[in-house]
């Protein structure tokens, strides 16, 4: 074999360098059975010898011819058939790339110049300077160290952004829960205000009602009274008088309404006072009316018990007709000599002790 001058030595070293720099494109597909990949393979590699791989890359050619023919005899997994495409398409790039060197006349001139211009883009992209008066491998070499350099700095500020982060997070999470915590205690001394709040609307809600109450109470009361004056005036001495209990029972005892002796029927010439009576009783509707009949004490007490009672029958039965109420819809009681309010030992007294008392309970 015949030595190599140091042209063709130098130009070996350009395309090792030349592999170790260049990026390849992607090569193919996925080609699938392994025979057609290995056709495909031999394809790659007879393009990159046409453009003189075998013979300007001789390391890089037979190192890779070796390891596709152990993989065409032997198999190889997916990962390595990829390998094997990938670094094909790169020996094919570099020879020819190192081929259009070859065609310019001051080729090593020119691949020093490629060589430089790849570390000063290199340089530009990372934002890192570049010693201006290096080339070739000197300059590669400042590159790697500035790049290391401007990596670990990036490295210790990236540590520093993270401690930073860390603290910053630590902060955000403890005012989170001082918030969190000023929150529920704002919330709970809302609730409490609210209850108080409801309470109170609720204790004003019920002095307005019993005000309300009181008032309408009162206003009843006013009107009553005033209902009560009116009938002490409609009635003369002798027919009736006009009493307002402490209870609020009205009672109008009538002493106009006058029986023969012993007997159970209205004397003539009465309507007049039955027609006031009743029109008494109207001036309260919803009120329960009782008659009462009274009686003095000549005689003897049952007699005068059940004389009193069918008195108080009579009128109550008068006074439904002349109301245009159901028949007996107004209740009766005899009481007989037992409630006198006058003296039964004159004859003034035994007359006003012989009476009817309208009594009116409740109502308006």
Do not use: C
């Amino acid at each position: 074999m015949k030595a190599r001058s140091a042209y063709q030595w130098q130009w070996i070293f350009v395309g090792s360098l030349v592999l170790t720099l260049l990026v390849p494109q992607a090569f193919a597909q996925d080609i699938g059975l392994d025979p057609q990949r290995s056709e495909q393979l031999s394809t790659g590699m007879d393009l990159a010898k046409k453009e003189g791989a075998k013979g300007q890359l001789p390391h890089a050619w037979w190192d890779l011819d070796s390891r596709l023919d152990e993989a065409k005899k032997n198999g190889a997994t997916e990962a390595e058939w990829q390998a094997l495409e990938t670094e094909v398409q790169r020996l094919h790039n570099a020879a020819t790339f190192v081929a259009r060197m070859r065609k310019q006349k001051s080729g090593m001139e020119a691949l020093l110049g490629r060589y430089d211009q790849s570390l000063a883009e290199i340089a530009a992209l990372y934002g890192v300077q570049m010693d201006p008066v290096l080339a070739g491998q000197p300059a590669a070499d400042d590159l790697i160290g500035n790049l290391s350099q401007a990596n670990f700095e990036r490295q210790v500020h990236v540590d520093s952004l993270t401690v930073t982060n860390r603290r910053l997070n630590e902060i955000v999470a403890n005012k989170v829960v001082y918030q969190d915590s000023m929150i529920t205690a704002l919330q709970v001394e809302v609730s409490a205000l609210r209850q108080k709040l409801w309470e109170t609307e609720l204790r004003a809600g019920v002095a307005e009602a019993d005000r309300s109450a009181a008032e309408t109470v009162l206003s009843q009361k006013q009107e009553r009274e005033a209902a009560i004056t009116g009938l002490r005036t409609s009635f003369g001495p002798d027919e009736a008088e006009v009493l307002l209990t402490p209870e609020g029972t009205i009672v109008m005892r009538v002493y106009g309404l006058s029986f023969g002796v012993g007997s159970t029927d209205l004397r003539a010439g009465q309507q007049s006072l039955i027609t006031k009576v009743a029109a008494a009783v109207q001036k309260f509707p919803g009120g329960e009316v009782r008659i009462e009949g009274h009686t003095d004490d000549t005689g003897s007490r049952d007699a005068n018990l059940r004389l009193s009672r069918r008195r108080a029958e009579t009128v109550a039965r008068v006074l439904e007709q002349e109301m245009g109420l159901e028949s007996e819809s107004v209740a009766t009681e005899g009481i007989g000599p037992d409630r006198p309010i006058a003296l039964n030992s004159t004859a003034d007294g035994r007359a006003r002790n012989r009476r009817i008392d309208v009594v009116i309970t409740g109502g308006s």
